[in-house]
């Protein structure tokens, strides 16, 4: 024994460390500490979910933009604190005005808190709301790794520049997804969240009103009946309003979304271009989830525990916030 299964077992861990990113994270993580941590995030997540069709799109894109912003840390939930030299996510372009769902995950802290003290991370908090919100909107489940720690800093400079902003071109976006070690496959699939949700109008109003700087130029990747709708509903100059990332399906998780795009019904440019742009291999991708909702919500899932492995805090390495608005 000893050596000849040490040896093979060492080399195995490191290749899975490698091919998952971090192999610290386990599905059973709270299941002797906070056994019903996903039970009672779901139930409060069903409940905020009756009054606001929306939650559970609002919910899940947090997540997203915690991962994105050196790595899955709980920092797009710390409030703005200059004196400890905490600069809000909140307020940076992507988030202001724009990201929610921040009571809901204040309401699972406090009755984790009640229940298993000190033992769930808001990190962890944010990667359980994810999956039960796209569950609880049709989408598929997935076994969510745990044992994330929350981090001690936020950087809104850091979210301007991480976060993918609707006119980026595709190799920007495949570059911002290639940092975190998500390929292709994974920004097409992830983009698939786009198929709940909405985006202000102020969002595309150039590529409806303005498009590349030319006044009164549409984008023309856009079917005609599809603009005249969205013009009616943002029209020019005027940056309030919404409308729904997926004009087909609004408040399900599906693949409708691919369907749109293959009809030119992209909302937002960085969801046409995916299909738009011709010999990309997004093209052939977008054409494989249009086809096989299977095929989607596999990739997805797949996707996004990838998405939720990036640069965790494990260990003894952060903290586990009592408050997921406020360092300890
Ligand atoms: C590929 C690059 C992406 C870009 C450029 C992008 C951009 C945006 C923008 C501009 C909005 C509308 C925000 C507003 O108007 O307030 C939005 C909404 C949303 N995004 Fe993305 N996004 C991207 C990828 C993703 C990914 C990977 C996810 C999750 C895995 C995601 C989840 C969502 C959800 C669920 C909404 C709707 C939120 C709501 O209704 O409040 N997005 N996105
Ligand atoms: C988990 O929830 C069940 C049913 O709601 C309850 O009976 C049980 O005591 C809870 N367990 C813990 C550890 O809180
Ligand atoms: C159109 O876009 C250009 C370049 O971004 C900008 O300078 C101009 O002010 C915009 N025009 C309107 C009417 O918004």
Redesign the pocket.
């Known amino acids: 024994m000893g050596l000849s299964n040490t040896i093979p077992s060492l080399l195995l861990s490191i290749w899975l460390f490698g091919v998952l990113g971090n192999a610290h994270l386990t599905a059973e993580f709270y299941s002797k500490t906070c ?2 941590a996903t ?1 009672i995030a779901r139930g409060l997540i069903t409940r905020a979910s009756r009054s606001d069709v929306r939650l559970t799109a609002k919910v899940m894109r947090l997540h997203f933009h915690d991962c994105f912003v050196n790595g899955c840390d709980g920092s797009v939930l710390l409030d703005a604190a200059p004196a400890d030299g905490v600069e809000g996510e909140k307020e940076a372009f992507q988030n202001f005005n724009s990201l929610d769902g921040f009571k809901v995950i204040d309401d699972i802290k406090t009755a984790l808190e009640k ?1 298993c003290p000190g033992v769930v991370s808001c990190a962890d908090i944010l990667a359980i709301a994810a999956e039960v919100s796209v569950s609880l909107a049709g989408g598929p489940s997935w076994d969510v790794l745990l044992g994330r720690r929350d981090g001690r800093t936020a950087s809104r400079s850091d979210a301007e520049a991480a976060l993918p902003l609707g006119p980026d071109s595709l190799e920007i976006l495949t570059s911002k997804f290639s940092v975190h070690n998500l390929d292709t496959t994974d920004l097409v699939a992830l983009s698939g969240a786009h198929t709940f949700g909405r985006v202000q109008c102020g969002v595309i109003t150039n590529r409806l009103h303005n498009f590349s700087g030319n006044n009164g130029q549409s984008d023309p990747s856009i079917e005609p009946k599809f603009l005249q709708t969205l013009r009616r509903k943002c029209p020019q100059g005027i940056q309030t309003g919404r409308v729904n990332l997926d004009p087909k399906s609004p408040d399900s998780f599906d693949n409708d979304y691919y369907k749109n795009l293959q009809n030119h019904r992209g909302v937002i440019d960085s969801d046409q271009i995916l299909y738009s742009s011709t010999g990309a291999p997004t093209v052939s991708l977008v054409n494989r989830y249009a086809k096989s909702q299977r095929n989607f919500f596999r990739a997805f899932a797949r996707s996004m525990i990838k998405m939720g492995n990036v640069r965790v805090l494990t260990g003894s390495d952060g903290e586990i916030r009592r408050d997921c608005r406020r360092v300890n």
Request: charge should be neutral; glycine fraction near 0%.
């Open positions: 056994p019903n039970v229940v």
